[in-house]
């Protein structure tokens, strides 16, 4: 059973950062693409970023250098750092794991951006 447990959401003021973290077991995280979604009601989820298991990257064109994922192999782990936030970064932010051709996905993350 894939299990992905994401942690890190929550509210903060526009231009400000957070971090999410997306734990895993070292079988899944040693064999599959890791990446960050996003949703919201009413929208496609759509791609934040992606990352091989050699640490290729590739990110959504609305990113624009303000995020950066990376994988912490001893940590099973993959992080995405988001700064410089957008109101329009609001959204439910899901961690997925490609393994063997399918997708795996977390329970998903808040992340809200208000002042």
């Known amino acids: 059973q894939v299990q992905l447990v994401e942690s890190g959401g929550g509210l903060v003021q526009p231009g400000g950062s957070l971090r999410l973290s997306c734990a895993t077991s070292?079988?899944?995280?040693?064999?599959?693409?890791m990446g960050w979604y996003r949703q919201t009601p009413g929208k496609q989820r759509e791609m934040v970023a992606t990352?091989?298991?050699?640490?290729?990257?590739a990110y959504g064109d609305f990113v624009k250098g303000r995020f950066t994922i990376s994988r912490d192999k001893p940590k099973n782990t993959v992080y995405l750092q988001m700064n410089s936030l957008k109101p329009e970064d609001t959204a439910v932010y899901y961690c997925?794991?490609?393994?063997?051709?399918?997708?795996?996905w977390g329970q998903g993350t808040q992340v809200t951006v208000s002042s």
């Open positions: 990352i091989t298991v050699g640490g290729s990257s």
């Open positions: 070292s079988t899944v995280f040693s064999a599959s693409v």
């Open positions: 997925s794991a490609n393994l063997l051709r399918s997708d795996y």
